[in-house]
């Protein structure tokens, strides 16, 4: 079975504060992906990296970065926390199909 | 690029059945997909179907595939309470990892 942990289901944090968002597989799989998911709006894509150290934009990476040191774990940065980021963040790996990770629920007051 | 649409809520009954319809535009997607995200989880894949084929069918779950209209379906029979969920369409290409996702369609199962 596909194992995709995301660190933390629910994270409460403050206006400019550095938030870091963990995801990590045991599949040894190249491909990892961040969405957010809000209302109405459905998956955004963020961030997504084919390789370690290798990092391409999605569609939405504004006010966000990554980190992929090592293969297995992808991280997602908000570098200042704003309240427009409190949002559902997906971290997902794979190719044809995605594999998903329960998700993390991030406010920020 | 892709465009993927879908109805944003459905209503059944318990013991119907739903059908979840999903539209897209790009004739050369290769792998169609449905995902279904229970309330507070990720997205967990159901079933998906290839551009070659027209029909897939898993115990309760049918997928139909019109390519002409490009028009995907899923339909649950004999939904139940547990069938409550958002269902994600999404399209993808040969050579791509990154789907295009729809935006979903709750379906709502009602006693």
């Known amino acids: 079975d596909v194992k995709v942990t995301q660190s933390s289901r629910y994270l409460v944090k403050r206006t400019g504060e550095k938030v870091f968002l963990e995801c990590v597989q045991d599949?040894?799989?190249?491909?990892m992906f961040w969405y957010r998911q809000d209302p109405g709006l459905g998956l955004r894509l963020i961030y997504f990296?084919?390789?370690?150290?290798?990092?391409e934009k999605g569609d939405i990476p504004e006010g966000y970065s990554v980190s992929r040191e090592k293969k297995e774990r992808f991280s997602l940065i908000l570098e200042s926390a704003s309240t427009n980021q409190t949002s559902m963040y997906l971290c997902?790996?794979?190719?044809?199909?995605?594999?998903f990770g329960d998700g993390t629920r991030l406010s920020i007051l | 690029g892709e465009d993927v649409e879908q109805s944003l809520f459905l209503s059944v009954r318990e013991g119907d059945s739903s059908v979840i319809n999903c539209t897209y535009t790009?004739?050369?997607?290769?792998?169609l997909y449905w995902y279904k995200q229970e309330p507070g989880a990720g997205l967990q894949l159901l079933t998906y179907i290839f551009s070659n084929m027209d029909m897939k069918q898993d115990q309760r779950l049918t997928v139909l595939l019109n390519k002409k209209d490009k028009h995907l379906s899923l339909r649950i029979a004999d939904t139940q309470t547990g069938d409550s969920a958002i269902y994600f369409c999404a399209g993808g290409k040969g050579g791509s990892y990154i789907p295009t996702f729809g935006r979903g369609t709750s379906l709502i199962v009602h006693p």
């Open positions: 997902a790996i794979g190719g044809q199909p995605q594999h």
């Open positions: 599949m040894d799989h190249e491909n």
């Open positions: 790009d004739s050369s997607s290769t792998y």
């Open positions: 990296s084919y390789d370690v150290k290798m990092k």
